[in-house]
């Protein structure tokens, strides 16, 4: 019973396994970490089958009854930027017009979609979609585990919130997980200006004049300067290159070292990205 | 750096306490439980404040009535005094004291002479100091004065040879009541 006001529960879920990071407050700080690879989906519905293994691994750790955060692969979300119509009157109006955005990207209705934005008037805004049986066997989840949701958010997301005060105006973010790049570039007002979800090839990101070259061809893409700061969370084995960087034009950072004692926010999603 | 907010979780009450974090919405009922009580107790401060005061007012007032009451006591206390004052004077004025020296003289023959006479007008006792020539002639005074239909229960209180004297008189004092109220 109110089990949630002092234990916590981060369920980091990918499309090949998911983690569960439990870890209780104030009087007794315990931890425990599950981690379990992803079944093949017997039914049509694989997010539902993922739910139900997570729901199993749930009361076999008897993890019930949890404030439970739920980080969300990038893989599994669509992410993309918006520019606000002019005129914007109602909530509505900035509806249809990520709902438009949308359908004109990836060509799909959005009615399969939940989608769920950063909502402003003023400047472009990030936006992002999971697939509605996500959300409905997320829902069945919440019921049979008893959790109560305190954020549902993709890793690139939270990773961003994580270190937002520490990035300077004018940076790029990269977060990298299971072969996908995430680019958030901050403008002069410290706010997000722009954002890529991208597919890149072991080849673009091996060394570091070739991820150079990606940036500057996604730069060229969403019509921005090329980079001149790059800051990366943390160093993943794909960018060993970062800790001996070479390039005068570009600055790499990267967080962790910088700020050794700041502690990542979700360091289960690794593991679940990992498929470990 | 502004949050990006994005939510997937749905908007329910419970969600909002964790968003907000759980321990800051305690402290801040804590504080507003702090503020409450604390507006409370000024609040019954300031009652009991303004009944003390009342009732320091209406001790106040209380204490001037009973100083104003005392005062007039003791004007009247001290009218009472100078009335009493009066009356004794008055009494003392009004007491014949011809008619008494003539009757207690009037007993006393040449052999008896009457020193003092010191009638008191609230206890009607009367006090004589007299001489005789001797012991036979104040013995005759005191039968004679016994004679007397205004006085009552005469007494010899003391009586000596005065040696002061040449002739060496007996001087004796003595005692009676006055009968009868003193005239006014």
Partial sequence: MLKWIHSN???????????????????????????????????????????????????????????????????????????????????????????????????????????????????????????????????????????????????????????????????????????????????????????????????????????????????????LPSPKQVYFPRIWTEFNWLQHTTDKNVSFNVLSIIYPDVISLVPAMELASSGA | MQTIDIEFAPKTPVHALLKAGVASVVLSLVALCMVVGLGIYVSLVDQVTEGLLEENLMLEQQTNALQSDKKKTDKNTKNNTNQQALTSVASQLNLPWGELLRAFDSRASNQVALLEFNPDTNTHLIKIVAEARNSAQMTNYIEGLKKLKVIDDIKLTHHEINTTEPLLPIRFELEAYWVGAFPR
């Fill in chain 1, 9 to 223: 529960l981060t369920i980091s879920l990918s499309s090949q396994a998911f983690v569960l990071h439990q870890h209780t407050r104030w009087w007794s700080k315990t931890s425990q970490l599950v981690t379990q690879n992803l079944a093949p989906a017997k039914t049509v519905d694989h997010f539902q089958s993922h739910c139900e293994q997570i729901t199993r691994a749930i009361h076999l750790n008897n993890l019930t009854g949890c404030a439970t955060t739920l980080v969300i692969s990038d893989e599994l979300v669509r992410q993309w930027v918006v520019e606000p119509p002019q005129n914007v009157e109602s909530l509505d109006d900035l509806k249809a017009a990520v709902s438009a955005r949308f359908q004109a990207l990836y060509g799909d209705s959005p009615a399969a979609w939940q989608i769920e934005a950063d909502w402003k008037t003023d400047r472009p805004f990030l936006a992002s979609a999971i697939p509605k049986n996500l959300a409905v066997a997320l829902d069945g989840l919440a019921k049979k585990c008893q959790l109560e949701w305190r954020q549902i958010a993709p890793h690139s997301v939270m990773l961003f919130n994580r270190w937002r005060n520490i990035l300077p105006p004018n940076t790029w973010m990269v977060t990298f997980e299971n072969g996908r790049l995430s680019l958030t570039v901050t403008n002069a007002q410290r706010v997000v200006g722009a954002y890529r979800h991208i597919s890149c090839e072991a080849s673009e990101i091996a060394t570091e004049q070739n991820f150079i070259k990606l940036l500057n061809r996604e730069a060229l893409r969403m019509n």
